[in-house]
């Protein structure tokens, strides 16, 4: 049974679980996301490789019997995908924006194309971590101490993330790459292979969050089954203003939204289901409408150069 399914009846235990299992998958795709504007790249490939990991998870899974060789599977699949979206973007200098479209495009198909012979199988989920005595305490045990693997690697990858573009020398060159890449490269640095690199940990990253559907969430595969996550995953980085710690915040902000329409109709509401499953995606066109407004008049925070070709002087 998938945390989803365990997490369906309404007390504050269960609103919480379903909660943190909503924003895994939109934390660690706006975290790899987050590297990649930070390095001047703007991916909007994300919803592609995002199920392209859910389907090439699911099959790692299915075969090889674990949950870990579904996860791998899932980073793989993002890694090659963000490669094709390096070479368009970065190797022939595409527009960014075509580019990341084109992705989408390209993984919703070829996704189905992989997924089409395991609809309707099911896998074990990802297990929780069970600690005698710290998992069953009230209310916090399950929460703090009863978490599959997917939750903590999140959050350990937003520390990680964090730590490297505040306390480290890479981290402060490749925001640097991200502000003024005329300037990093007049000065030695590799642009193009620090941007190669920050998109292929941002498909690692959006891979892993598709992988975490299937393998937790929901322990089986549909077609189109991110639902606009890598979407959301791409609001949300602006949401957060480029910032780690905003992230993880927004992240379950957006979750707690998007699991509304689970308890919504648990409790019996009278809201058109329609109305409550469309709350992620109105949530963040009036965050971005917000954010817009506040921009004009303190400035973007973004990457000064995102978004931007950079084709190194001969």
Known sequence: MGLLEAAMTVSPEAVILSILAASTPLLLAAAGELIAERAGVLNLGLEGMMIMGAACGFAGAYFAGSVIAGALAGILAGVLMS???????????????????ALTIFGAGLSGLIGAGFVGERIEAAPHLDLPLLTGLPFAGRIVFGQDGFVYASLALMAGIWWFLHRTRAGLILRAVGDNPASAHALGYPVLRIRTLAVLFGGACAGL?????????????????????GWIALALVVFASWRPGRLVAGAWLFGAVSILQLHAQAMGLPVAPQFVSALPYLATVAV????????????????ASLGMAFVPER
């Open 83 to 101: 490669a094709l979206f390096a070479v368009l973007a970065l190797g022939l200098a595409v527009n960014q924006v075509a580019a990341g479209l």
């Open 209 to 229: 969050g598709g992988a975490y559907l299937p393998l937790a969430y929901t322990p089986f595969f549909t077609p189109g089954m991110t639902a606009g996550r």
């Open 288 to 303: 971005l409408i917000a954010i817009s407004r506040r921009r004009g008049v303190k400035g973007s925070l973004a990457p």
